[in-house]
Structures are given as structure tokens and as C-alpha cells.
């Protein structure tokens, strides 16, 4: 059966830390892991990584994928309090289906 | 700016009622989705449709329905409401093939069933 598991499933750091969020998978016919990032309504996109090994970034954000070992990290330099959201991992095959984590909720204190 | 657009922000049902919730999507996308998001579970597909007239089930499809007239709009039916169909309901839209911005999700709907 297909999965996804998140972690840690919460998390509370404070301004300036710098966070990992890890995502591992077992999934079929993989093709593309996508981060999103949910305040307070829907889902906003972060990251599609395809490829391993390839690193991502938007600011303080960044994200690898790593096809051997299976998972994929998001990482969060300097944290501010408004990076406090729900982090969501998903993943999508050959039928662009996308199905979900259930997600890290980080909280940044000031 | 791409948009996906759900009717309703905020919706309370009763119990046995037919609920219909509406999804709209400017952005021409093949493939449409509904989730609905429960607190420690995650988003959870309900059903998707890659093309007009095309469903498919996901992964809690039961006491629910959809309808794909139009490329652009996308409906969840709730046949007979129950208190356990409580929750948010979130619709996406992506594009068939290599997408490097991934899924467009509307603003939820929060439906509460009395």
C-alpha cells in the first residue's frame, strides 16, 4: 500500500532557528513530491521536485529529494513567526493523482 | 492571476439534505480534484476527474458524488448529509503532464452538518 509519513508531526522553534521537515514515501509509479505550506485556508504551493539530488530554494526556503533512500527534506533558515503554518508533503504518479501527508504543524515562537 | 473558486466559504446543513458543492477553475486544467481535511488526518482525495464527464473514485469516496459537465467546474455531492461528512472541503485543479506549479487549491469550504 502506498504511504507517506511526515515528521516530526509537530514542532515548536523560535525565531532565527533553522528547521527540518521530513518526508519519506513507499509509493508506485512515483513521479514528482510537492511541498505546500497552509495557514489559515488552502494549501500554497512550495516545491515539485523531480529529480534527486537537485536542491530547490526560495528564500530562507529550501528542498532536496533523495529517489534511493525514498524521502525528501524541507529546510527553514531564520524562522519568523509568520513560517508558523501547517507543511504538507504530497506525492503524484503517472495518473497526476496527488495524495498527502498528514502534515507538520510548526509553530515559531518569538 | 489563476483561480480556483469554491462557492461557499462557510455552509450548515441538516441531516439527510442533498448538499452540492461547487468548484470553478479559469485556468483551462484537465485533471480537478476534491479533498476533504480532518484535524490529525490530513487531506484525503474524494475524487477527481481528468477530463469532462471522467471521475474517478479516490480514497473515501464513499456518500459522496460528482459532476463533470464542463471543463471548468467540478461539483461534490453529498447524497444524504450525515454528521460525519463534517469537515473541510478543499478543490484543486493542475494540468496533465510536467507542472512546475504544481496543484491550484481553492479556499475551502467549511461545511458543517447539524
Known amino acids: 500500500e502506498d504511504k507517506v509519513v511526515q515528521s516530526p508531526l509537530s514542532l515548536v522553534v523560535h525565531e532565527g532557528d533553522t528547521v527540518t521537515l521530513n518526508c519519506s514515501y513507499e509509493?508506485?509509479?512515483?513521479?514528482?513530491l510537492l511541498w505546500y505550506k497552509q495557514e489559515k485556508k488552502a494549501p500554497t504551493f512550495l516545491f515539485m521536485l523531480?529529480?534527486?539530488?537537485i536542491e530547490k530554494k526560495s528564500g530562507r526556503l529550501s528542498s532536496i529529494l533523495d529517489k534511493k533512500e525514498l524521502f525528501s527534506i524541507l529546510n527553514i533558515t531564520a524562522t519568523q513567526t509568520g513560517d508558523s503554518a501547517i507543511y504538507l508533503c504530497?506525492?503524484?504518479?503517472?495518473?497526476?493523482?496527488?495524495?498527502f501527508g498528514k502534515g507538520i504543524t510548526l509553530s515559531v515562537r518569538p | 492571476d489563476v483561480k480556483v473558486t469554491q462557492s461557499s466559504r462557510y455552509l450548515v446543513k441538516r441531516t439527510g439534505e442533498k448538499v452540492f458543492l461547487e468548484c470553478v477553475q479559469d485556468?483551462?486544467?484537465?485533471?480537478m480534484f476534491w479533498y476533504r481535511q480532518d484535524p490529525g488526518l490530513g487531506l484525503r482525495l474524494i475524487y477527481f476527474?481528468?477530463?469532462?464527464?471522467?471521475?474517478e473514485k479516490g480514497d473515501i469516496p464513499e456518500g459522496y458524488s460528482v459532476s463533470r459537465e464542463k471543463k471548468e467546474r467540478f461539483s461534490l455531492i453529498l447524497e444524504s448529509a450525515s454528521t460525519n461528512q463534517t469537515s473541510m472541503y478543499l478543490c484543486?485543479?493542475?494540468?496533465?503532464?510536467?507542472?512546475?506549479?504544481?496543484?491550484?487549491f481553492g479556499s475551502g469550504t467549511r461545511l458543517t452538518i447539524v
Open positions: 504530497a506525492w503524484t504518479g503517472a495518473n497526476s493523482k496527488l495524495t
Open positions: 509509493v508506485t509509479n512515483f513521479r514528482s
Open positions: 523531480t529529480s534527486s539530488g
Open positions: 485556468m483551462d486544467h484537465e485533471n
Open positions: 476527474s481528468y477530463d469532462v464527464k471522467m471521475k
Open positions: 484543486a485543479s493542475s494540468r496533465t503532464g510536467n507542472n512546475d506549479y504544481g496543484y491550484t
